[in-house]
C-alpha cells in the first residue's frame, strides 16, 4: 500500500487552516461546522457519496485512487491541481465572499512555517490555571494582613439576562497603598433576593478566609440589600464582633444616594428632558441626520467636534452633560429644526421657558457633579472626602433654598428634603458625639478622661471647627487632634502624611488605615461589569460563568481596573458619546462619559 500523503488541507476563506487527521484531507472538524449556520446548513445537504481522489504523494509510479471520507469537499474549489512542493494542499471555500482577503492568514506560515497554534480548550485551561496562580497569592497577601477589609457588592445584569454579583475587598497595605480587588464576578441563579445573595456573599468570604477581617459593607439602596446586610452582619458576628456592634457595617452608596437627590429635582423639567433626549435619538440614529447637524452646528460657528450626550436613566450626570450639550447647540437645533420643518418626525424644541429652566438647573447641578466625580474615585480614599462633601451639598442647598428665582427655590427645596432624609435627621456639634465614637475605637490603654470645651452654635464652615475647639492633651488621640491642622483647601496626599507620620501616632494610625479603605460608593464593583458588558457581549454571550469569572477577576488582579475604551459599533449606545465628525475621520472616536 503506498504511503499516505503528508501535509495539511487548507480552506482559504472563513474559516483559515485546518488539520488533516489519519490521512484523509479533513478541512474543518464536525464541531467546526456546527458553528457556522451557513456552513452546517450546507453541509448537512451534501450527499454521502464520497470523493475519490488521485494520490500522488507516495513513492514515485506508485498512484490508486482512494476515497475522502469527508462530504465537506463538495464545497470548496481545487486551486490549480492537488500537489505543491511545500506538500500543501489548497482549496477556495465555495461561500466565502472574504477568501482572497483572508489568505493573509498565511503569512504566519510563511515566516515561520513551524508555528503552531494551542486548541481553544488549552488556552482556556491556562487562563484557569493562572486564575488558580494568581488567586493563591492574593489569598497569602490578604490573610497577612494586620487590618480589616472593606466590601461593595453589586448586581448586574448582562446581555443575556443573566445576573452576576460582584464582589470586591479593598484595603490599605503596610505601604500605605490604597488596593482595591475583584474577588468573585459569579453567575447568580435567580431568586436574587435577600436570603439568596447572603448565603453567596458568606460562601465567598469564607473562600477568601476574610471571615475575622470584614470592617464594613458598601451598597446601594436598593431594598433586598438592607435585609441581605442584616444577614451578613449576624453571620460575621458568629466568627468575629463587629466595631459597635454592627452600627456602621452597612454603608450607603453615596452616589447612589447622590442620585435618587438630584433625580427628585429633575422631575421638575421632565419636559424639556424629554424632548432634547428626542432630538438626540433623532439625530444619532441616523448617519445623514448627523451629517446635516453637524453643517448646522458649522454654520452656526459651533465646535463640532464635542458631540451629543445621551442619558442613561441610572445616571443624574449623564442627563446633566446632555442638558449641558444641549444648551451648547442650542442654536444649532434651531436652524436644524427650521431646514427640517417638512419632516414631520422632527422632534418638537423645548420652548422658551424650557430652555430658561434647563440653563437655571445646570447652573445648579454643577457643584454636583464635581463632588459625584470626586466621591466616585476607585485610585484614592473617599471615605475622608465624604464629610466636606455633604457639607457642601448642605451649604449650597440652603443657598438655592432662598435664592430670589421661583424655579431655583422650589427645586433646592425639593432636594434639601431628599438630602435630609438619606443623609441626616440632625448634626448636633454640642453633644460631642463624634469624639466619644473615636474613644471607643481606641485601645483600653488610652484614656477616655480627656474634655472638650463646647463648639460654638453654628457652623458656617471648617475655619470655624479650627479656630475654636480647645483639648486638653492626655492620650494620643488627643495629641493627634491636637496636630497643627492643615487648610482644607490645600489638596494633600492623605495616605502619604499617615505613612510619614504613622511612628508618631501607631494607634490612631491603625484605625486611620481601616477607615480610608472605606469605599463611599461602588464605583469599584460598577466597573466590574462595564468591563463584564465588553466580555459578555452580544457576540460572546456563550461564554461560561466559571470562565467568565477567571477573565474578568484575574485581569484586575494583574492590571487593575483600567479598561481600554473602543468604539461603540453601530451609532451609539445609552450613555455614549455621539460624535458629529466624519467616521472616516482618525478623531471621530466614542468617549464614555458614565465610569
Not at 250 to 263: K, P, S, T
Not at 560 to 574: H, N
Amino acid at each position: 500500500m503506498a504511503p499516505q500523503r503528508r501535509g495539511r488541507a487548507r480552506g482559504i476563506g472563513l474559516y483559515g487552516r485546518s488539520t488533516r487527521a489519519s490521512g484523509v484531507p479533513s478541512p474543518l472538524g464536525q464541531s467546526q461546522v456546527s458553528s457556522s449556520s451557513s456552513m452546517s446548513q450546507d453541509v448537512s445537504s451534501s450527499p454521502s457519496t464520497p470523493i475519490e481522489e488521485n494520490d500522488c504523494s507516495g513513492t514515485s509510479g506508485d498512484s490508486r485512487k482512494r476515497k475522502w471520507s469527508s462530504p465537506i469537499w463538495h464545497h470548496y474549489d481545487t486551486i490549480d491541481g492537488d500537489n505543491y512542493d511545500d506538500g500543501i494542499f489548497r482549496a477556495f471555500y465555495n461561500y466565502c465572499k472574504e477568501g482572497p482577503i483572508l489568505a493573509i492568514s498565511d503569512l504566519h506560515l510563511y515566516l515561520y512555517d513551524n508555528v503552531k497554534f494551542m486548541s481553544r480548550n488549552t488556552a482556556k485551561n491556562y487562563r484557569m490555571k493562572i486564575h488558580e496562580r494568581e488567586k493563591k497569592k492574593l489569598t497569602e497577601e490578604i490573610g497577612k494582613l494586620s487590618r480589616k477589609n472593606c466590601l461593595t457588592c453589586d448586581m448586574w445584569t448582562s446581555c443575556v439576562g443573566q445576573g452576576y454579583l460582584s464582589l470586591t475587598a479593598h484595603y490599605v497595605d503596610d505601604e500605605w497603598k490604597l488596593h482595591a480587588k475583584i474577588l468573585n464576578f459569579y453567575h447568580l441563579e435567580p431568586p436574587h433576593d435577600a436570603l439568596n445573595m447572603h448565603g453567596k456573599l458568606i460562601e465567598f468570604i469564607k473562600e477568601w478566609e476574610i471571615t475575622k477581617k470584614v470592617f464594613t459593607v458598601t451598597l446601594d439602596n436598593a431594598r433586598c440589600n438592607d435585609n441581605m446586610q442584616n444577614l451578613l452582619a449576624a453571620s460575621l458576628k458568629v466568627h468575629s464582633p463587629l466595631h459597635r456592634d454592627g452600627k456602621f457595617f452597612h454603608v450607603h452608596c453615596g452616589a447612589h444616594i447622590l442620585n435618587l437627590i438630584v433625580q427628585e429635582g429633575l422631575k421638575l423639567v421632565d419636559g424639556g428632558v424629554a424632548k432634547i433626549k428626542k432630538l438626540v435619538i433623532y439625530i444619532g440614529c441616523s448617519e445623514r441626520r448627523k451629517l446635516k447637524f453637524k453643517e448646522n452646528v458649522i454654520s452656526c460657528g459651533l465646535d463640532c467636534s464635542k458631540g451629543l450626550y445621551v442619558d442613561c436613566p441610572t445616571r443624574w450626570n449623564s442627563t446633566f452633560k446632555m442638558l449641558c450639550r444641549a444648551l451648547y447647540f442650542r442654536e444649532a437645533y434651531s436652524s436644524m429644526s427650521l431646514s427640517s420643518r417638512y419632516d414631520v418626525r422632527f422632534p418638537s424644541l423645548p420652548t422658551e421657558a424650557e430652555w430658561v429652566r434647563i440653563n437655571k438647573i445646570c447652573a445648579l447641578l454643577n457643584p454636583f457633579d464635581e463632588i459625584t466625580t470626586l466621591m466616585s474615585g476607585r485610585n484614592y480614599p473617599t471615605s475622608n472626602l465624604y464629610l466636606k462633601s455633604v457639607w457642601k451639598i448642605e451649604c449650597l442647598l440652603l443657598e438655592y433654598a432662598s435664592c430670589e428665582d421661583e424655579f431655583v427655590r422650589v427645586m433646592a427645596q425639593t432636594m434639601k428634603f431628599q438630602f435630609v432624609g438619606y443623609c441626616f435627621t440632625e448634626l448636633d456639634f454640642e453633644s460631642a458625639e463624634i469624639k466619644s465614637n473615636l474613644y471607643v475605637h481606641m485601645d483600653p490603654c488610652v484614656n477616655e478622661n480627656s474634655q472638650v470645651t463646647r463648639v460654638q452654635d453654628e457652623l458656617p464652615g471648617f475655619a470655624a471647627f479650627a479656630n475654636n475647639v480647645q483639648r486638653v492633651s492626655s492620650t494620643q488621640l488627643d495629641l493627634y487632634l491636637e496636630e497643627t491642622r492643615v487648610d482644607h483647601t490645600l489638596e494633600i496626599d492623605i495616605l502619604l502624611w499617615w505613612k510619614e507620620n504613622e511612628k508618631r501616632y501607631p494607634i490612631v494610625a491603625t484605625m486611620a488605615r481601616d477607615i480610608l479603605a472605606i469605599p463611599v460608593t461602588t464605583v469599584a464593583s460598577e466597573s466590574a461589569f462595564s468591563m463584564g458588558s465588553r466580555l459578555i457581549s452580544n457576540w460572546r454571550s456563550s461564554l461560561k460563568p466559571d470562565t467568565a469569572n477567571a477573565l474578568l477577576t484575574t485581569r484586575t488582579w494583574l492590571y487593575g481596573f483600567q479598561v481600554k475604551e473602543g468604539p461603540v459599533p453601530e451609532g451609539y449606545r445609552i450613555g455614549y458619546l455621539i460624535p458629529l465628525l466624519d467616521f472616516n475621520d482618525s478623531k471621530a472616536k466614542f468617549q464614555e462619559i458614565i465610569s
